[in-house]
């Protein structure tokens, strides 16, 4: 971490891989055009459904190769900011009472790319039933050993959950390094409650400094394979069945990226705009014919606070 805070994200270049060209992997269209090149990667935009994704590119098999002992180490060094963020990321959705009050909750709670565990953790010390699933190996043992929460050393298919079994569902900064994100929040849906919550948190490619960096926006590396704004993330989840609750940005300037009065601004500016760097959303699985709205177990989700720590956010 740089003084300022800033984190560097973590990228690899592609070594021993076969990169191959695939239809949209959104809504399977072959038609896109050239959106941004970098090293390592290109990325292409669907014609028919918007979606960004990197054309070609490497199978999930290979990618998840990329996640090792070196991606292992950067987590570790930086998952207290990350935690900070994914507290922030969580405030900012209406899932703070357990966070910040110590309410004491029953559900359970899954989170996909747990990384070293840290936010299933604090959510086990305030009552919540937690699982992590990590394909980083070394950081899901790291996660089981150090805080003793249980995490699935593998993809979210193949740790194969039972249906209906969680409250909420959660994936931070994870959704962009999927080859098939459809397949991936499908499953989500079916093993959540029907009632229950999704939360996703991603790069937002519609932000303000998406368009103005393009290929320098620091998300436009080689590990995303797929990149969504607002319009898109809210497609691929309701596709899948979910109903979009909200969805929340945040970021106007990267830490470092300019003066610091300029990024305060710009942080302030972007948020109520919808166009922050960031971009978080809570979807509901839909509460089945002859239920009640789920509620019971503990916890709502409520409208963030009007005064939001802007300083933390980039
Ligand atoms: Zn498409």
């Given at each position: ?21 695939m239809p949209c992997p959104v ?5 896109s055009?050239?959106l ?5 990667a290109v990325f292409e935009r669907c014609?028919?459904c918007?979606v960004v994704f990197q054309n070609p590119r ?118 962009e390094?999927?080859t098939?994100p ?42 995303h394979i797929v990149l969504f704004?607002?319009?898109t ?82």
């Amino acid at each position: 971490m740089s003084d300022d805070g800033a984190v560097r994200t973590f990228s690899t270049v592609p070594g021993n891989e076969s990169p191959e060209r695939m239809p949209c992997p959104v809504c399977g269209t072959k038609d896109s055009s050239l959106l941004l090149r970098i090293p390592g990667a290109v990325f292409e935009r669907c014609r028919s459904c918007k979606v960004v994704f990197q054309n070609p590119r490497s199978s999930q098999e290979e990618l998840n190769q990329r996640y090792g002992r070196e991606y292992f180490e950067y987590e570790l060094e930086n998952e207290s900011q990350f935690y900070r963020l994914m507290q922030l990321a969580l405030h900012d959705i209406g899932f703070f009472p357990h966070i910040d009050r110590r309410e004491s909750a029953s559900g359970e709670f899954l989170d996909v790319g747990c990384a070293t565990g840290m936010l299933l953790e604090s959510l086990a010390d305030r009552g919540w039933s937690v699982q992590g699933v990590e394909v980083c190996r070394e950081s899901a043992e790291y996660g089981a050993q150090t805080r003793g929460v249980p995490i699935h050393a593998g993809t979210l298919e193949s740790a194969a959950f039972s249906a209906r079994r969680f409250t909420v569902v959660h994936a931070s900064h994870l959704i962009e390094h999927l080859t098939d994100p459809v397949g991936f929040v499908e499953e989500l849906y079916r093993i959540v409650i029907p009632g229950g919550y999704l939360i996703l948190t991603t790069p937002n490619i519609g932000g303000l400094q998406a368009r103005l960096l393009g290929e320098r926006w620091r998300s436009a590396i080689a590990d995303h394979i797929v990149l969504f704004r607002k319009y898109t993330l809210k497609q691929l989840v309701e596709r899948a069945g979910f109903r979009t609750e909200r969805i929340k940005t945040w970021g106007g300037l990267a830490a470092g990226a300019g003066p610091r009065f300029l990024k305060e601004i710009l942080d302030r500016l972007v948020k109520p705009v919808g166009i922050g760097d960031v971009m978080v959303l809570l979807a509901r699985r839909p509460p089945e014919e002859g239920e009640n709205e789920y509620a019971g177990r503990g916890f709502t989700f409520r409208n963030a606070r009007r005064r939001v720590r802007f300083e933390a956010h980039r």
